[in-house]
C-alpha cells in the first residue's frame, strides 16, 4: 500500500502555496476587498454555517457514498492528493452521489466537502477527475464559498430597496456584477485545478468532455480551441449582443471560454513558474494591497478587451475603458482615506 500522504506519482507539491497564486485577477480582488472586512467573514460563517452546512453534510451523509479507504478508494486518494499538493491543512470529505448529470461542487465554510455525482464519474478518466477535484479544493482553498455566500446576502438586501425608482435597474447591475465575478472564480478554480493534477492535457480533455460528453475520439482539443476563436471573432455588432444577452443568468464561463482560457494561462508561462516555485505565499496574504488587486483586475479587462476580436466590445472598449477608470479612481480615494 502506498503512503497516503503523498501524491501517487510525481507531482510538486505546493508548499504554504496562496490561491493569489492562481486567482484571476478579478476574482482575486473581490476576494482581497473581502477579506479585508475584518470580521465580517467570521460572522457570516457562525450565522449561515452553523444550521445550513451542518444540515446539507447530514443528507449527505444519509443519501450519498463517502469515499473512504474502503469505499471509491481511487476517489478518496484522488482528494488526499489535490490536499496535499495544495497544501490544505485540512482534507475534505468528498461524497458521491447518485446522479446521471455530470458535475462537482464544493459545500461549507469550516468544514467544506465536496460532492461528485457519478454522471461525472463515468464521464473523466482518472487524470481528468484528478482535475476536477483539484478544481472544487482550489474552490476551498480560495474561500470561494464564504465569499460568495456573503455576495448573495447583500444581493437579497438589495432586493428591499427594488421598490425605489430604478431599484430594478441598480439591482441588476449588482446580480450581473456577481454572476460575472462567480465565471472569474471557475476560471480560478480551473487554474488551480491544473496545478493540482499537473496535467495539462487532462484538464483541457476535462473542460472539452463537458461540452460534448465521453466519445473523445470523436472530439480533438486544437478543434475546439478553433470554435473559440470563432467564438470571439464570428458575426457583427449583432451577434456580440447576443452573446452578452446569452450570458445572463450563467454562473459558469462557456466551455469553449475556459479551454481557451486556460489554454491561454499555460501557454503565458505563469503555470511553469508556480510548478517551479515562484508564487505567492499564504503567509504573505495579510500584506495584499486592494489598490494593486483592482488595478490587476483592470489590466486584465484592458488586456482581454485588446484581444478580441469581437466587433460588439470593440463598440463599448471606450465605454468600459472609462468605467474601469472611475473604479480605479474610486478604490484610490478610499486606500488614501485608510492610510
Same mark, same amino acid.
Given at each position: 500500500?502506498?503512503?497516503?500522504?503523498?501524491?501517487?506519482?510525481?507531482?510538486?507539491?505546493?508548499?504554504?502555496?496562496?490561491?493569489?497564486?492562481?486567482?484571476?485577477?478579478?476574482?482575486?480582488? @473581490?476576494?482581497?476587498?473581502?477579506?479585508?472586512?475584518?470580521?465580517?467573514?467570521?460572522?457570516?460563517?457562525?450565522?449561515?454555517?452553523?444550521?445550513?452546512?451542518?444540515?446539507?453534510?447530514?443528507?449527505?451523509?444519509?443519501? @450519498?457514498?463517502?469515499?473512504?479507504?474502503?469505499?471509491?478508494?481511487?476517489?478518496?486518494?484522488?482528494?488526499?492528493?489535490?490536499?496535499?499538493?495544495?497544501?490544505? #491543512?485540512?482534507?475534505?470529505?468528498?461524497?458521491?452521489?447518485?446522479?446521471?448529470?455530470?458535475?462537482?461542487?464544493?459545500?461549507?465554510?469550516?468544514?467544506?466537502?465536496?460532492?461528485?455525482?457519478?454522471?461525472?464519474?463515468?464521464?473523466?478518466?482518472?487524470?481528468?477527475?484528478?482535475?476536477?477535484?483539484?478544481?472544487?479544493?482550489? #474552490?476551498?482553498?480560495?474561500?470561494?464559498?464564504?465569499?460568495?455566500?456573503?455576495?448573495?446576502?447583500?444581493?437579497? %438586501?438589495?432586493?428591499?430597496?427594488?421598490?425605489?425608482?430604478?431599484?430594478?435597474?441598480?439591482?441588476?447591475?449588482?446580480?450581473?456584477?456577481?454572476?460575472?465575478?462567480?465565471?472569474?472564480?471557475?476560471?480560478?478554480?480551473?487554474?488551480?485545478?491544473?496545478?493540482?493534477?499537473?496535467?495539462?492535457?487532462?484538464?483541457?480533455?476535462?473542460?472539452?468532455?463537458?461540452?460534448?460528453?465521453?466519445? %473523445?475520439?470523436?472530439?480533438?482539443?486544437?478543434?475546439?480551441?478553433?470554435? @473559440?476563436?470563432?467564438?470571439?471573432?464570428?458575426?457583427?455588432?449583432?451577434?456580440?449582443?447576443?452573446?452578452?444577452?446569452?450570458?445572463?443568468?450563467?454562473? #459558469?464561463?462557456?466551455?469553449?471560454?475556459?479551454? @481557451?482560457? %486556460?489554454?491561454?494561462?499555460?501557454?503565458?508561462?505563469?503555470?511553469?513558474?508556480?510548478?517551479?516555485?515562484?508564487?505567492?505565499?499564504?503567509?504573505?496574504?495579510?500584506?495584499?494591497?486592494?489598490?494593486?488587486?483592482?488595478?490587476?483586475?483592470?489590466?486584465?479587462?484592458?488586456?482581454?478587451?485588446?484581444?478580441?476580436?469581437?466587433?460588439?466590445?470593440?463598440?463599448?472598449?471606450?465605454?468600459?475603458?472609462?468605467?474601469?477608470?472611475?473604479?480605479?479612481?474610486?478604490?484610490?480615494?478610499?486606500?488614501?482615506?485608510?492610510?
Amino acid at each position: 500500500m502506498r503512503d497516503m500522504t503523498t501524491p501517487d506519482r510525481n507531482r510538486v507539491q505546493l508548499t504554504g502555496i496562496s490561491s493569489r497564486a492562481y486567482e484571476h485577477p478579478a476574482d482575486r480582488s @473581490a476576494l482581497v476587498a473581502m477579506r479585508s472586512l475584518s470580521g465580517f467573514d467570521a460572522v457570516l460563517k457562525r450565522t449561515s454555517g452553523l444550521f445550513s452546512e451542518r444540515r446539507l453534510r447530514l443528507m449527505f451523509l444519509a443519501s @450519498a457514498v463517502r469515499t473512504t479507504d474502503t469505499q471509491f478508494r481511487a476517489l478518496h486518494d484522488m482528494g488526499r492528493d489535490s490536499a496535499y499538493i495544495l497544501d490544505l #491543512h485540512k482534507i475534505p470529505e468528498i461524497y458521491v452521489q447518485q446522479d446521471p448529470k455530470a458535475y462537482a461542487m464544493a459545500i461549507g465554510f469550516d468544514e467544506p466537502f465536496i460532492i461528485v455525482s457519478t454522471g461525472l464519474l463515468d464521464l473523466m478518466d482518472d487524470e481528468e477527475l484528478r482535475f476536477v477535484i483539484g478544481h472544487e479544493t482550489s #474552490h476551498i482553498l480560495s474561500g470561494h464559498a464564504v465569499y460568495g455566500t456573503m455576495l448573495a446576502i447583500l444581493t437579497r %438586501l438589495a432586493t428591499r430597496v427594488a421598490w425605489i425608482p430604478l431599484g430594478y435597474i441598480g439591482l441588476r447591475v449588482i446580480v450581473a456584477a456577481l454572476e460575472e465575478w462567480q465565471r472569474k472564480a471557475e476560471m480560478s478554480a480551473d487554474r488551480g485545478g491544473l496545478l493540482a493534477g499537473q496535467d495539462p492535457d487532462a484538464a483541457l480533455r476535462a473542460l472539452m468532455k463537458l461540452a460534448g460528453g465521453s466519445r %473523445l475520439h470523436e472530439m480533438n482539443i486544437e478543434a475546439f480551441l478553433d470554435q @473559440a476563436r470563432e467564438y470571439d471573432t464570428a458575426g457583427d455588432v449583432r451577434d456580440g449582443l447576443l452573446k452578452v444577452l446569452n450570458m445572463l443568468g450563467t454562473t #459558469h464561463p462557456f466551455a469553449v471560454t475556459r479551454v @481557451a482560457e %486556460l489554454d491561454r494561462w499555460r501557454r503565458s508561462g505563469e503555470y511553469e513558474r508556480i510548478i517551479a516555485g515562484d508564487y505567492p505565499r499564504r503567509e504573505d496574504d495579510a500584506n495584499a494591497r486592494i489598490t494593486e488587486e483592482i488595478k490587476a483586475a483592470a489590466n486584465s479587462y484592458r488586456e482581454s478587451w485588446a484581444q478580441s476580436q469581437d466587433p460588439f466590445i470593440g463598440v463599448l472598449r471606450d465605454v468600459a475603458e472609462g468605467a474601469v477608470n472611475a473604479g480605479e479612481r474610486i478604490f484610490n480615494r478610499f486606500a488614501r482615506r485608510e492610510n
